[in-house]
């Protein structure tokens, strides 16, 4: 077994211990997240490194390593919430810090399992996939929520595939979960890309920009970013706590990569005269956006069109309602394809993402400076959702199924793309465009548009596995029993 697998067993084997006392996978890549960045900070501030990293010497890991018992416990909730008291990447990794791991005997096991490896010198791809796996694990775990930070990976690294990174460009998301858009862009930007010092400082350093309003998924994020090398121990965090609806950019960027969080509204919570959990939709009032809503998918489509440089470039995840919702939809739709020339659709299936029951696309854009004309000539659609059937335990997303899809869009010259469809020779065909005129035409402008027949509709024969079906029925149920709630919380008030 290679070093590697060995502390990948360790890690993994060492959380099905603490599951055991009630402590589940977030709770342990938090705990995890504090431990190891405390040990790469005593690294660092070791030869031949003898770096400054800020942290107090009665905090560092030393100061865990010498206690045990309930001297150790108390010592590590003291140090937990001093450390999130400071500035910069330390502070934000550390904020509202908590212990969960309520046995003293179990945390100092981990503090073993983590000092038993050298982990500065060890691969940026290694550390990465250790953590990027204990994420993955952590999303599938359903029942704590973690899966809608979560955008399945195979999704992430075709968008990227096709809106290809360029080095010394800006990459930004409002939304940022985890981080998986801006590790799959480096990536491939260091796959593809022979960089000199500049560029790979500019990299490691200034291309990478996030809001995450969740303080653990932040968290999350910035320690995956890290362990890939990206940012500093001791410099700023490239994640603004933010929410980023709230006001315009302070920057513009080359690239918007980003899927935003599901759900209508946009809502904060607050408790009434009776002690009651309420929440208030929230409608932001900019003046850069096209529409005032409460839809927060149509409000982030906007601002993400603000966020762009005039010669920026977004691929954006959004779900069904932001291509066939009237009222400010309609005119948010209308205002892209004339701002912005948004080029391609992808229409993605069921059954891909942690969230049940969510039918989404990908949307492809690239901005322009104002012009009388619409930038839009002709949107491309790909129909990855008829007659195609993905579970994420049996059957799920990989990057294969999404190839067809990335030779359609075609890269490196987006210009020379050829129908698949042909109503003659090909009905079956995926890949259609429809003019920005045959848009306009539809009634409230809506691209929700498919052109194959549904087989399971048409053809008994062809109907999927029994398990297949019964899952998205459920998923149908919970999708609709989702929006019945939203509308009986809007009644009651």
């Known amino acids: 077994m290679n070093a590697t697998a060995s502390i990948v067993s360790k890690v993994w084997s060492f959380c099905t211990t603490l599951r055991d006392d009630g402590v589940g996978y977030g709770d342990y890549l938090e705990q995890l997240t504090y431990l190891i960045f405390l040990k790469m900070a005593d690294e660092y501030s070791q030869p031949p490194h003898n770096r400054k990293v800020g942290i107090p010497s009665e905090y560092n890991w030393q100061s865990l390593r010498t206690k045990r018992g309930a001297e150790l416990e108390v010592h590590y909730v003291t140090l937990l919430r001093e450390l999130g008291n400071k500035s910069g990447m330390l502070g934000t990794i550390f904020t509202k810090a908590q212990n969960k791991i309520q046995d003293p005997a179990k945390l100092y096991r981990l503090i073993d399992v ?16 250790i953590y ?46 985890t981080g998986g858009f801006f590790l799959a862009a480096y990536d491939f930007l260091v796959g593809t890309h022979q960089m000199d010092k500049a560029q790979k400082a500019f990299l490691k350093h200034d291309t990478f920009y996030g809001n995450e309003i969740v303080a653990s998924t932040r968290r999350l994020a910035l320690m995956n970013m890290f362990l890939h090398n990206i940012g500093e121990i001791d410099g700023e965090s490239m994640i603004s706590p933010n929410d980023a609806l709230v006001a315009s950019s302070p920057k513009t960027y080359d690239y918007v990569l980003a899927n935003p969080p599901f759900g209508k509204k946009s809502s904060m919570s607050f408790t009434n005269e009776e002690g009651e959990q309420e929440k208030d939709d929230l409608t ?25 440089k005039t010669s920026g470039r977004a691929a954006v995840v959004v779900p069904d309602n932001v291509l066939f919702e009237g009222g400010a939809g309609e005119i948010v739709r209308k205002k892209l394809m004339e701002n912005t020339d948004l080029h391609t659709i ?7 993402f942690y969230a049940n029951g969510v039918k989404a696309n990908v949307l492809f854009f690239d901005n322009h400076v104002a012009s009388k004309d619409p930038w839009t000539k002709e949107v491309w659609f790909y129909d990855y959702r008829t007659n195609i059937h993905h579970t994420l335990k049996k059957k799920p997303l990989g990057f294969e199924d999404l190839k067809d899809f990335i030779v359609c869009y075609n890269p490196g010259s987006r210009f020379g793309r050829k129908e ?44 999927p596995e029994p398990d297949d079906l019964a899952i998205e029925i459920i998923e149908n149920l919970e999708a609709g029993l989702d929006s019945f709630r939203a509308i009986a919380a809007a009644l009651a008030k």
């Not at 983590?114 to 996939?129: H, S």
């Not at 929520?145 to 968008?159: D, S």
């Not at 992808?346 to 891909?352: A, K, M, S």
Request: with cysteine; hydrophobic share 35%; net charge neutral.
């Open 284 to 308: 932001y009032n900019r003046q850069d956006f096209w529409a005032t809503t409460s839809n927060k998918q149509l409000n982030f489509v906007q601002h993400i069109r603000t966020m762009l």
């Open 346 to 352: 992808l229409r993605l299936p069921t059954g891909i």
């Open 114 to 129: 983590v000092n038993e490896t050298q982990w500065v010198t060890m691969g940026a791809d290694v550390k990465g996939d």
């Open 132 to 177: 990027e796996g204990l994420l993955e694990r952590n999303a599938e775990d359903t029942k704590s929520g973690a899966g809608q930070y979560f955008t399945p990976r195979a999704l992430i690294r075709a968008m990227v595939e096709c809106v290809r990174p360029e080095p010394n460009k800006t990459i930004a998301d409002p939304a940022c979960g």
């Open 420 to 463: 698949t469809w042909n109503e003659q020779t090909n009905p079956e065909g995926r890949w259609r465009k429809f003019t920005y005129e045959q848009i306009i035409a539809r009634d409230k402008t809506s691209l929700d548009i498919s052109w194959l027949k549904d087989k399971s509709l048409a053809d008994l024969d062809n109907l």
